[in-house]
């Protein structure tokens, strides 16, 4: 599987963006999926998961009620949606892949995708 992430950008604060992951490979309906983020300076963190079938999601305190996490397998597509943003929410946001949602929280991915930038101006 091979994960492509895109729509990373510079909004203010309060604005929103939405980030794309679109995969290839015939197995992608069955891996749970992720989306993780690493600001300058500091470790990569997990902000939000999704089981094979999209009806187990999963999100870090810090984005919960914020962000969410959406996937079309008909599409091999994962989304990231985020509302309200912040300036803590700048990073490079990167998608992707595991056996399950409890790996994904682990960091224990077998697929990654290449990050998107994602900065928000105060």
């Known amino acids: 599987v091979q994960l492509q992430a895109s729509g990373g950008g510079l909004v203010q604060t309060g604005g929103s963006l939405r980030l794309s992951c679109a995969a290839s490979g015939r197995t992608f309906s069955s891996y749970a999926v992720g989306w993780f983020r690493q600001a300058a300076g500091k470790e990569r963190e997990f902000v939000a998961a999704s089981s094979w079938t999209g009806g187990s999601t999963y999100y870090a305190d810090s984005v919960k009620g914020r962000f969410t996490i959406s996937r079309d397998n008909a599409k091999n597509t994962v989304y990231l949606q985020m509302n309200n943003l912040k300036p803590e929410d700048t990073a490079v946001y990167y998608c992707?892949?595991?056996?399950?949602?409890?790996?994904?929280?682990?960091?224990?991915?077998?697929?990654w995708g290449q990050g998107t930038q994602v900065t928000v101006s105060s």
């Open positions: 992707a892949a595991a056996d399950s949602t409890s790996n994904i929280k682990r960091l224990e991915n077998k697929y």
